[in-house]
């Protein structure tokens, strides 16, 4: 009965202490927001430079899973290319190693103080607040690992379990459960911190805790194995980094393990720190060899996974130059103008044949491409913010308005595009389907709306143009009778997808007077010159 009530008390402090780790890292995350992933995006062509920040963001939300997820989806986006992104993987395993430093030299006394310095920073209505419930779940993060210290401290005086806990065992088995233990878990963390505090109280040597550290850098590889399906070829080539690096590192070390590991007991320094700075050592020492062998590793999961190619074609991003002139600015602005317009013709297209289609491919990829459009969005809401503090006369004022506002009647039609999408979204959600009279009207508008795109997109630059005003009086003439239709449709009780064409209608006007302002600001400015 004893035993079953340690058992329940050291379980329910891990459950706390998984619950403290997760949510501190959700916090970080929100606070940092945008930032956080331009830290990643940022990354440069010099592998160490994408360790260190792998590492340092790591360090900061305390989960290399969440670090390695989002890298791979920012290279799924196209934000990051497979290689930059290989040097912040292996940095993410290094920031893990900060939870065993910080146990190991039990600075988690101060926990209840961190805790109480959280929960009331919290409940003030300052520019701070925002930092209270990350600072409470830090120090509930090492709460919950003293609770399990704690709760587990009867098991000292098991002598059972003390001989075979701290007796050593087959090294590959103890990787084998920390591989495990850590999948199920889904964090690294969780076991390292459980390692050292078992091996702070005496209750498991470091013969056995070490490979299961290891282990468990294996096992934080599954949750980006699992995050990656369905993206593209260079995501995968990243979460696949990520397996081989920490399998590379596990296998580096493995030798010096069987054939010194019974030599652990006889380190004189104190075990949990012993086991701390070993942890630390593996991970940087794993890091620097692989960025040592970066090309050959990058070729050999090239050879793995082949070439590939993205899903679709990413955009130019804009960046800024110090010395760049302002007329190059303006250049790169109206190419980027033109090349955004196609990509959104194309998102609407891939959204218009998710609604007539229930194809699941369709709709995934329709929503990756919104996904990245709003990606893009973001990149140019920065990029003007950097770029109106360098106007220097009130001509080139006049000319960054005019490029932001057409750049603001894109994201505005991409706005309409993502309120269709989120139609058909909820049409899923409520299993309707579209009969087939609603399904030739929605053809015969979005027909018409990509017609307008298209020329739109190919005569932008002309003042009047007789295809865009056929064009859009086309699509007028079928709104108009879509109209009507709808008027029939909603008095019938029994036609649930009348409401499908109401919100199709509705979008499709917006659509259409948006592409034809945006038309009517290239006109206006070619007819002044």
């Not at 190991?104 to 419930?133: D, E, H, M, W």
């Not at 020329?455 to 009778?481: C, F, G, R, V, Y």
């Amino acid at each position: 009965m004893e035993n079953l009530t340690i058992a329940m008390a050291g379980l329910t402090a891990i459950i706390l202490f998984i619950f403290g780790l997760e949510n501190f890292s959700r916090e970080i995350e929100n606070i940092s927001g945008e930032h956080f992933r331009k830290s990643l995006s940022r990354a440069t062509n010099i592998p160490i430079l994408g360790v260190l920040i792998g590492a340092v963001v790591t360090a900061f939300i305390q989960s290399s899973s969440a670090t390695s997820v989002i890298t791979i989806s920012l290279v799924n986006a196209g934000v990051l290319t497979f290689k930059n992104s290989v040097g912040i993987i292996f940095g993410s395993n290094v920031g893990t190693t900060i939870t065993a430093q910080l146990v190991a030299f039990k600075l988690t006394v101060f926990a209840p103080v961190i805790i109480i310095i959280g929960f009331f920073l919290s409940l003030t209505r300052n520019r701070f607040s925002i930092f209270g419930k990350a600072i409470f779940y830090f120090g509930f993060v090492f709460f919950s690992l003293n609770l399990i210290s704690s709760s587990l401290a009867p098991l000292q005086n098991n002598p059972a379990l003390i001989e075979i806990l701290t007796q050593p065992q087959n090294p590959l088995i103890a990787i084998l459960v920390g591989c495990v233990f850590t999948a199920m878990v889904q964090s690294s963390s969780v076991t390292t911190g459980l390692a050292i505090v078992f091996t702070q109280q005496g209750i498991l040597g470091l013969e056995n805790a070490v490979p299961l550290i290891m282990g468990a850098n294996i096992g934080t590889t599954a949750t980006a194995m699992i995050a990656v399906f369905g993206m593209d070829i260079a995501a995968k080539k990243a979460a696949l980094s990520h397996f081989l690096f920490n399998v590379g590192g596990v296998l580096l070390f493995l030798p010096f393990i069987l054939l010194f590991g019974n030599k652990l007991s006889e380190i004189t320094m104190e075990p949990a720190i012993a086991l701390a700075n070993i942890h630390f050592i593996f991970n940087v020492v794993a890091s620097l060899v692989f960025i040592l062998f970066l090309n050959p590793f990058t070729r050999f999961v090239d050879f793995l996974l082949g070439e590939g190619k993205m899903d679709f074609e990413r955009l130019e991003l804009p960046t800024y130059q110090e010395d760049e002139e302002f007329q190059h600015v303006v250049d790169k602005l109206e190419s980027g103008n033109q090349q955004l317009l196609k990509f959104l013709k194309e998102n609407y297209n891939q959204v218009t044949l998710s609604l007539e289609t229930n194809f699941k491919g369709i709709q995934d990829t329709a929503q990756k491409r919104l996904e990245y459009a709003s990606f893009v969005e973001k990149e140019y809401i920065t990029y003007f913010t950097t770029i109106v503090s360098k106007i220097n006369d009130e001509e080139q004022s006049r000319e960054l308005m005019l490029q932001i506002n057409r750049f603001d009647y894109l994201f505005q039609i991409h706005d309409s595009i993502i309120d269709l999408f989120e139609s058909k979204r909820i049409m899923n959600e409520q299993f309707i389907e579209l009969k087939s009279d609603i399904l030739i009207l929605i053809r015969e508008l979005s027909s018409d709306t990509l017609t307008l795109f298209t020329h739109t997109s190919e005569h932008l630059d002309q003042p009047k143009n007789d295809e865009i005003e056929k064009a859009a009086k086309s699509l007028q003439l079928h709104l108009n009778q879509a109209q009507r239709k709808l008027l029939m449709l909603l008095a019938d009780t029994n036609r649930k997808d009348a409401g499908a064409l109401t919100n199709f209608v509705t979008y499709s006007q917006r659509l259409k007077d948006k592409l034809l302002n945006l038309h009517k600001m290239y006109s206006h400015k070619n007819a002044e010159l």
